[in-house]
């Protein structure tokens, strides 16, 4: 006779599997389908995701076509359409219709979708809510026609069913589309689709993306570069960020024959010396091999590979977006908005936290369009994924508010915060494992050296935007002066004469007194014979003045420039180049070019502009020579410079005295006649 | 309840009071003359003013009035808005002694818009000119009147036993008394209200009173108040036109009446009172000529609001920064004032002078009015 139950036994009698349907009911929040305007965009998003990512593994420029139309009063029909290499036909059930389903759970790198989930999720929430299958039609470059399967998820099992199957000609070499209808609601505007695929495009400039909105509203967000970005490598595990689980299991399926391969071999940034250190201080040998390790011995392998210093773990997993790109996609998609300023993008060098490497790139914009009323508009990114939801529970938006924006030319009440003025942010974080707050992946979770690289990175950006700003309010001084000197003075002069009837006076000593300025005036301008930068320096000072004149420029545009006149000194290397000026008198002027063939990607950006032989005070339209950029200046210059120096300490330059018409004048507005 | 500054009438002297003159025209061809001599020695052209800021107002004792301090101001084309202001100068300049030629005369408001042909120099509010031709009256030591400028017609009405004789745009002079004479608007005053336009020739009264509003005034006269209490009602319209201070100013010099001044209850009505008074900050340089030390306040005070149990409002956030800026107003550094202003800004209140009306249309001139006229020894 059997012995009675053990309790054990009784309640493994009650345990059974649960089916992925109420796993799904259980996660609907963290899985993104709480309701129905929010399911249509996780449907949108893990799609999307999906292609490009397809697309970027093969190497291919991503066109993604997404097609959204009314079904019934509160059904949507969903139409994800990519150019990827195509799906073989084994796969298709398992990679729509199979939760936790995928290749890249395993895999070191980063990635937009990691565990599987979101695309079989839709499917599951379409099936559930509106009994409809997913369409999935899918065509690979080898075969003459595309796979069409109607698939359900057999919710019991978590096995995908296929309804009917077809095999079709499709006019395309080869990619993916994918067909939902569902319970949801279309809506533009914030955490919309749109605005989805909008972020998208600015993080994914080589992708073409078209969306067709219910109402036949096609946006497109053309692409802004041919290049692919590089495929981020995968890469081995690296020991300080291995859990004892995954130990475990790369311990139990790993061929290596020893512990001490197995360590070199599929471990990230062991050494064979490392190895041998680690294999000690766990009692192990050598020899050992790798699936004898088990229990106790993996814990103490485990702490042994943490308490031995290693080599860090390598940046080659992560794909950056990078500066330019930043640039382009920011222009491309922000065009209407017509910024004044796009802050060249900072992007820092890759970081470690635990065993992950992660680095952390800004764009800034600034002016045109967006509102200076209100706070700053942020877009977040995790690796080159929009972020829309959970903005004030993230590390990057609490970066931002723990910045002091006032020094930088922002507002901010109380130096933290969200600051406002017309400005936007993008900020994006790579890294092989992203800290999210929650299995939403909506917000990246608090980490003392996230935060750091954020906010060095911030600092960054903001630093561009105070120079920025600061120029602009010198050039508004200057437009004031020019104002002053070219239309007032000449009446004031005109006027006075006839009122005591005496001959103008010539007016050019007290033209320089007013501006007391060198001018640096530059522009860029595209014609069919080519780009040309035309530089012209005015001395509106009273005195005669030497200056040596410098430039700034990328390296490679140097390398296609033509200089006239020929400059007396250049450093390719660094893009470049200097002139010493003929000497100017005062209200004298000279100029100096440069010009590029016909098309070339210029714009005023992209120099930067010095000038040697007058102190910052007196000079406009460029800055003074850096300290760091040790050129032997002629002697002239020097002594200018000298000269120049002294003058500006020189008492009484600054003269103080009441401006008048800058008074506050009666206490009210309302009083006297 | 405060007490302003009770003064006796001080006597003006020749030297302080600028008259229409017939030379105006020659120091406004000195300043030419000036910006002219530094633009030909390759200076900076530029003025100096005397600032006409509170900060910059001084007690004169000898006239018991604010006038103008010493701090000076540059106006210099270093900055646009000073080379505007001095390219304006001279287009005023050259008008003035174009009219002057063609023997015109302009209001201030076509002033205005004669600068539609300065082009840049063009003014962008009437604020704008009238502030130039004041910094011209304090630099030329001028009237406005000397350059041919002149307010449009906006002085106040008197309604009172009053007898003027007034010379009239034909030149022809009429005798008028202010209360058999004149309809039920009053006589109004005009914008010169110098001897050689307006004599005083008799009155049976023993006070005036200045009112801020029309309402009140009409109430005042309908209840007959005048006669019952021999008193001349003047209308300020609310911040009081030049013509009329300089008309309060001659009543008290000349006729030996004292004036009281009864407006609302707010910040706004302690500037009408201050500008009776002790002289407004915009005209600081004619202080001496049309301020009038001995009137005094009557209300409606912070007190009242709360003694007489007024309907009031909430003070606005304009209000209560017009206060605040009134406790570092000179003007007002007497304790009386201060105590008044902090204990507006205490209760938080301000009221009409009509708000009275809650007792009845009779209840200001058979209450209110007897019992603080008495409390100022006035009747």
Known sequence: MAPPPTIAQQLAAKQREISVAEFFERNRQILGFDNPQRSLLTTVKEATDNGLDACEEAGILPEILVEISKEGEDRVHVSVEDNGPGI?????????????????????????????????????????????????????????????????????????????EDVVLWDRPHGTKIELVLKARYVRGRQSPYEYLRGTAIVNPHARIVLVEPDGTRVTFERATEECPPIAKETLPHPYGLELGELGYHLKGTKRPTCVEFLTKDLQGVSPRAAKEVLVAANLKASTPPGSVQGEAQERLLTAL???????????????????????????????????????????????????????????????????????????????????????????TNAISNMDWRRYGLDQKSGSGLPSGPA???????????????????????????????????????????????????????SEKFAIILKILPKLAEKTSHLVGKPIPDLIPVITRIMDVVNVETSVTSAAEGVRVPVEITNYTPRARVLELFVELPAELLAHATLEPAPDGTEAALGRAWWTLPKLAPSGRTHVELRFPPRTDAEANDFDWYVAGIDEAHLLGADPLPGDWEVRLPRTIVEAAEAAAEEARAPGAGEEEVDYDAAESSASAAEDD | MPRSRARAPPKTTDEDEPRVRADALQPTLALAEAIYDQLDAGEIPRMRLPLRTKQNLSFQARDGVWKLGRQLGTRSARKLDGALMLLRTFYLVDFINEMARDKKTSTLRELYYISEAWEEAKFHSEDESNLL??????????????????????????????????????????????????????????????????????????????????????????NGFDEEHEAILLHLKGQPARSTRRFLRRVTEELKLPVVVFTDGDP??????????????????????????????????????????????????QDIRALQAELTDPRFGTPDWRAEIELMLKNGKKAEQQSLAKYGLNYVTEHYLPEKLTEMGIL
């Not at chain 1, 599987?116 to 929430?125: F, K, M």
């Not at chain 1, 960054?460 to 050039?475: D, E, M, N, P």
């Open chain 2, 268 to 317: 706004w009505s302690f500037r009408i009172y201050a500008s009776v008074a002790y002289g407004a900050i915009k005209t600081a340089h004619l202080s001496s000529y049309l301020a009038t030390p001995s009137a005094e306040f009557l209300g409606v005070t912070a007190s009242d609001i709360e003694n007489y149990n007024l309907p009031s409002d909430h003070l606005s956030e």
């Open chain 2, 133 to 222: 031709i004041e910094d011209l009256e304090v630099l030329c030591t001028r009237l406005r009147e000397d350059f041919r400028l002149h307010p449009e017609e906006n002085g106040a009405s008197v309604i009172g036993d009053l007898t003027i004789r007034e010379r009239n745009r034909k030149g022809i002079v009429k005798t008028i008394n202010c209360r058999d004479d004149v309809g039920d608007g009053g006589y109004s005053l005009p914008f010169n209200v110098e001897k050689e336009k307006i004599e005083f020739v008799s009155t049976k009264a023993k006070f005036v009173i200045a009112i801020e509003c029309g309402g009140m005034v009409d109430r005042l006269a309908e």
């Open chain 1, 306 to 396: 943490r308490g031995v210093p290693l080599v860090a773990p390598s940046a080659d997993g992560l794909s950056p977006i990078g500066a330019m790109l930043i640039k382009r996609g920011l222009r491309n998609v922000l065009g209407e908005v017509r910024p004044d300023f796009f802050a060249p993008p900072v992007s820092r060098p890759a970081k470690v936290r635990g065993g992950f490497p992660f680095m952390v790139e800004v764009g800034l914009v600034y002016g045109g369009a967006l509102p200076a009323d209100q706070p700053i508009q942020i877009l977040r990114f995790a690796n080159r994924v929009p972020l829309l939801f959970q903005q004030g529970a993230c590390a990057i």
């Open chain 1, 424 to 478: 936007l942010l993008l900020v994006h974080v790579a890294s092989t494992k992203i800290p999210f707050t929650s299995e939403a992946k909506e917000a990246i979770a608090e980490d003392p050296e996230i935060d750091r690289e954020l906010t060095l990175a911030l600092q960054g950006a903001a630093r561009h935007l105070r120079t920025h700003l600061s120029r602009r309010t010198r050039r508004d001084l200057a």
């Open chain 1, 88 to 164: 073989l036909r084994k796969e298709i059930p398992n990679v729509f219709a199979r939760l936790l389903y995928g290749s890249r759970f395993h895999s070191n790198r980063q990635a937009r979708g990691q565990q599987g989930i979101g695309i079989s999720a839709a499917v599951l929430y379409a099936n559930l809510t509106t009994a409809r299958p997913a369409k999935i039609t899918s065509k690979v470059e080898e075969e003459e026609a595309a796979h069409v399967l109607d698939l359900f998820i057999d919710t019991q099992k978590n096995q995908p069913r296929v309804a009917s």
